[in-house]
């Protein structure tokens, strides 16, 4: 019992293990931040060791997905409570246009996105999760992650356009 | 869907794109792509789209990862990090994304013991929450022997959470006959007189997250850290009741012996 119980947590172990590089990848992505990304990495871990116990089976990088995708959206929420002061930068275009955009450019594109956009769109282009892996982390169905990449997909086209991003609609 | 002439949609570029879209529906996608260049420009557009941003982020990946994240580091953290960690595991839940794992997860050990003592919690609650004259046996003026004594009646140290920060004031505690023997029952009232429960016993189950459910007009969040469960209940409001929640959590895992 004892030693089938040990097996089972050190592969639990080593699945975490294997998934940091790709956690913090995303995290980067998702926050554009490397300290509050890897803040947010860390928050990841300690929850998933400590909540081991309530994952029996399944895909633990999936599981990792969502509990960082959750713990981000948290994040953001806590901070719109807190009132902000934000320099509103309005005529603030991308310095170049199309397809080619540089790094900066990419950064600004992924920060006009709504925050489930952005993690639709990461968890498929860069993390390279299937339609039905994203609607599992996000708790949505398969048609609100397709209908979320379209709308990044026409916001950030829309971003590198140098128009004013849209109106942002929730959801 | 594998009729050629069938016109391809905007879903099916993405999926396209994505490698998302069936073997068999591929020919005609690309056929129509060969006759539509706006089509196709947004594809390569798309295409694009990924690839800057795997070049700007996929390095990361390669890094070396910080000593902060290693397992074992925060494994060694771990006991500092219990409060912090106790925070997420309620916000996580808050957010219902985590919901569903843990409620899949759960063995049936443990559901029975959740709803064992969630039932019991919430038949106090009904009974007391009401009580006009005697909602309690000991008033919280007398929080030092309520806490000794309750202590003592369920056999393990009790800590009453402060809810000062959440508008709430202690009104005292009873003694109730829990699933596992005895269980402590705290009351707490708000200012315009709304009551919070806070119910702990032996929880003859394993550790759980947080887990929420209500009837329309009591709600019970219910977790279990060791052997010992509590149960919040207030009203069916899931934001006040889980900020409740956060902060008895919270408490109780600071607090020393436990």
New interface residues.
């Given amino acids: 019992m004892r030693t089938c119980r040990d097996e089972r947590v050190s592969g639990f ?1 080593s699945d ?2 294997a998934a ?3 956690l ?2 995303y995290a ?2 998702l926050t554009r931040d490397a300290e509050t990304a ?1 803040d947010l ?3 990841t ?3 998933a ?3 081991e ?4 089976g399944g895909d633990v990088r999936s ?1 990792l997905y ?2 960082l ?3 981000n ?2 994040r953001l929420r806590s901070l719109a409570r807190r009132p902000v002061m934000t320099v509103i930068d309005d005529d603030d275009a991308p310095d170049m246009s199309g ?3 540089g ?1 900066r450019d ?2 600004r ?2 920060a006009s996105l709504v925050e489930d956009q952005r993690a639709a ?2 968890l ?3 993390e390279g999760l ?2 039905r892996e994203v609607a599992e ?3 949505v169905p398969v048609g609100t992650v ?1 209908s979320r ?2 709308r990044a ?1 026409a916001q ?2 829309a971003f590198l356009d140098g128009e004013r991003p849209a109106l942002r609609r929730v959801k | 869907m594998t009729d050629p002439d069938v016109p391809v949609t905007e879903a099916e570029l993405h999926a396209y794109v994505d490698g998302e879209l069936a073997a068999d529906r591929r020919p005609a996608v690309e056929a129509w792509l060969a006759e539509h260049p706006d089509d196709m420009a947004r594809v390569t557009a798309w295409r694009a789209l990924a690839d800057a941003i795997r070049a700007r982020y996929g390095a990361v990946a390669t890094e070396p990862v910080p000593a902060r994240l290693s397992l074992r580091q925060i494994e060694r953290a771990g006991r500092s990090w219990r409060g912090w960690a106790a925070a997420a595991t309620v916000a996580a839940f808050l957010l219902g994304g985590a919901a569903g794992w843990g409620a899949h997860a759960f063995t049936e050990r443990s559901a029975s013991a959740a709803a064992r003592s969630t039932a019991e919690a919430v038949d106090a609650y009904k009974l007391y929450v009401v009580e006009v004259r005697h909602p309690v046996e000991v008033p919280g003026s007398e929080e030092a022997h309520l806490t000794q004594w309750l202590s003592r009646r369920v056999g393990y140290e009790l800590r009453i959470p402060d809810l000062s920060p959440v508008g709430l004031k202690l009104v005292g505690g009873r003694l109730l006959p829990g699933p596992r023997g005895a269980a402590a029952f705290f009351m707490y009232e708000g200012q315009s007189g709304e009551r919070f429960t806070l119910y702990s016993t032996r929880a003859g189950g394993p550790d759980s997250a947080l887990r929420y459910n209500d009837d329309g007009k009591v709600g019970a969040l219910y977790w279990a850290d060791g052997d010992v469960a509590y149960v919040v209940n207030g009203e069916a409001n899931r934001e006040r009741l889980h900020k409740v929640a956060e902060s008895v959590y919270a408490q109780i895992e600071r607090s020393p012996g436990r």
């Fill in positions: 172990r975490v293990e940091i590089p790709a913090r990848r980067r992505a890897d990495v860390q928050d871990l300690v929850r060791l400590r909540s116990h309530l994952f029996h599981w969502t509990i995708t959750n713990l959206r948290n397809p080619e955009a790094s990419i950064e594109a992924l769109l990461l498929v282009v860069l299937t339609y982390v996000q708790g397709m990449l379209a997909r950030i086209k």
